[in-house]
């Protein structure tokens, strides 16, 4: 059965930091793209990170840019979402998915629809910031 499981959220301060971890079991993240979403009450579910195992491209949306980042753990299948200087805005449920052959989006236009891409979806660990 292939699963993802997101673990790390909870409370941070504005400023703080977390790092969400993403557990696979079922197949290999190590060949899979990986991707970071959140989605915060009453707005749609919006691409954060990527990492493509297709062509090594990567994507950070621009809300995000230079605070957050995602890493892989070669070999133990978990893949990592660090979340330096959290803001009020960032506040949402966090999901990780996966695919098996697509590259990540390249720019705001092709992130909209990122998100049918993927072929597996975590159920979302939730980071809440506040003072």
């Known amino acids: 059965q292939v699963q993802l499981v997101e673990s790390g959220g909870g409370l941070a301060q504005p400023g703080g930091s977390l790092r969400l971890s993403c557990a696979a079991s079922g197949f290999t993240l190590d060949s899979a793209t990986i991707g970071w979403f959140r989605q915060a009450p009453g707005k749609e579910r919006e691409g954060v990170v990527c990492?493509?195992?297709?062509?090594?491209?990567?994507y950070t949306a621009d809300s995000v840019q230079g605070r957050f980042s995602m890493s892989r753990e070669i070999g133990s299948n978990v893949a990592y979402l660090q979340m330096n200087n959290l803001k009020p805005e960032d506040p949402a449920t966090y999901l990780c998915?996966?695919?098996?052959?697509?590259?990540?989006?390249?720019?705001?236009?092709?992130?909209?629809?990122?998100?049918?891409?993927?072929?597996?979806w975590g159920n979302g660990t939730l980071v809440t910031v506040s003072s």
């Open positions: 990492v493509s195992s297709k062509d090594g491209g990567r």
């Open positions: 998915a996966a695919a098996q052959d697509i590259s990540c989006p390249r720019s705001v236009v092709g992130e909209v629809a990122w998100k049918y891409a993927m072929d597996y």
